[in-house]
């Protein structure tokens, strides 16, 4: 691996009772890219953004994001970690913009607040708590607050999850510039249209093994990324 990869998994494993939810899994992400991972639900892709986001720990295997375990990592290697999962994590009796200039207070060159709420829509349901939120509004806070801090690595689970077509649009947008700007951002997503539009490499999961991983082009091969992720995925679930 090159000094790129800000995120190295190799080998992992994790169980829960007697459910194997990583079987050997080894990908990465490197700066500035744009990571997907596709598969179906219970493959394992919430799982391992958790391991390494440092909210999981590996059973086995080695796990590496910014050149440091995340499980024991720092408060300030944390720091430079932005993630957002699908449960969102946020206090809900907070409005959002509040809650968005207090996470940016924690960082020396935070994103800017305004801009972020702006382009993301937050201002028309600024007044309104996160609780009373919908779940695409919500969904466009907890994505707000994983990008505030300009994090090298970013993990973000499902995005554009209840978006409208508008909403998903300008997401995309967001992301790609923060790849862009230097950052290893992960993307969980069911979408092979997000897949197809955003990613620099594609990584398929199924029962907790990678069974593809690869360029766009490379893993989508002659047939297209639709019929090759069903070819992996059913062949794979048998």
């Not at 190799?10 to 991972?37: H, K, M, N, P, Y």
């Not at 219970?42 to 720990?57: D, F, H, Y």
């Not at 028309?124 to 919500?138: E, H, K, M, V």
């Not at 999961?205 to 490379?218: L, R």
Request: proline share 4%; charged share 20%.
């Amino acid at each position: 691996m090159t000094p790129s990869h800000l995120l190295v998994m190799a080998d992992v494993t994790r169980r829960f009772g007697t459910t194997q939810a990583l079987r050997g899994l080894s990908w990465s992400a490197r700066a500035g890219e744009v990571t997907c991972i596709l598969g179906p639900n219970g493959a394992g892709k919430t799982t391992a953004v958790e391991i390494a986001s440092g909210l999981q720990r590996a059973d086995a295997g080695t796990v590496s994001v910014l050149g440091a375990d995340p499980w024991r990592s720092s408060a300030a290697h944390r720091a430079r970690v932005g993630v957002m999962l699908q449960d969102g994590g946020l206090p809900q009796s907070v409005r959002p913009v509040r809650l968005l200039v207090h996470l940016s207070s924690f960082w020396e060159c935070p994103a800017d607040v305004d801009t972020l709420v702006q382009r993301l829509g937050i201002d028309a349901f600024a007044g309104t708590s996160i609780r009373r939120l919908s779940g695409g509004q919500r969904q466009r806070v907890a994505l707000a607050a994983a990008l505030i801090g300009r994090p090298d690595v970013a993990f973000l689970d499902e995005p554009t999850a209840g978006l409208d077509p508008h909403a998903r649009r300008e997401v995309h947008a967001i992301i790609r510039e923060t790849a862009t700007a230097g950052t290893a951002t992960v993307v969980t997503t069911h979408s092979f249209d997000e897949a197809e539009r955003l990613a620099d490499r594609i990584v398929i999961i199924v029962a907790g093994q990678v069974v593809a991983d690869g360029t766009p082009e490379h893993v989508a091969g002659a047939d297209g990324l639709e019929s090759t992720y069903f070819a992996l995925t059913d062949g794979a679930r048998r």
